[in-house]
């Protein structure tokens, strides 16, 4: 089944941008719809080189803070995914995109995928501080 969801998606959305794109093109004309794909294409470039900055020195400053950087580095991620949704011509990416640069929407998309990450060691989470002591008996 998520195969057929994968391909679904890989197929249906080129031939959705593809109807969308003509739909505009015939009620705004040809030319401004260009102008606007070649717009996004520029903002896309510009909010992903921001974007790889920015997110570097949230990183930087999670770990200075003696922090894990999951969300600064996730939220970067994410940016860099709007970015590059806004390259990729269309106005459905584009739209994608647009909700992907708004912060709340983009911290909560951060927290989801953070939560749903499995937990390693079959455990909790949490750490268990403690001592022992080996005592071998080897007679």
């Known amino acids: 089944m998520p195969r057929f969801l994968i391909w679904g998606a890989l197929l249906g959305l080129p031939l959705l941008e593809l109807y969308v794109l003509l739909e ?3 009620r705004i004309g040809a030319l401004p719809t260009l102008l606007l794909l070649i717009a996004a294409a520029f903002i896309g470039t510009a909010l992903m ?21 999951a969300r ?5 991620t994410l940016t860099l995914i709007a970015g590059g949704l806004f390259v990729v011509p269309g106005f459905l990416t584009d739209i994608f995109g647009l909700f992907l640069l708004l912060p ?6 951060a927290v ?6 499995p937990q390693k060691a079959g455990g909790s989470g949490r750490v268990i501080e403690g001592e022992y002591h080996r005592d071998d008996h080897d007679s």
């Open 24 to 26: 505009v093109g015939s």
């Open 49 to 69: 080189r921001r974007a790889g900055l920015t997110g570097l020195l949230r990183v930087r400053a999670a770990l200075e803070a003696g922090e894990l950087p």
């Open 72 to 76: 600064p580095l996730l939220e970067a």
């Open 104 to 109: 709340p929407l983009r911290r909560r998309l």
């Open 112 to 117: 989801y995928l953070i939560d749903r990450q």
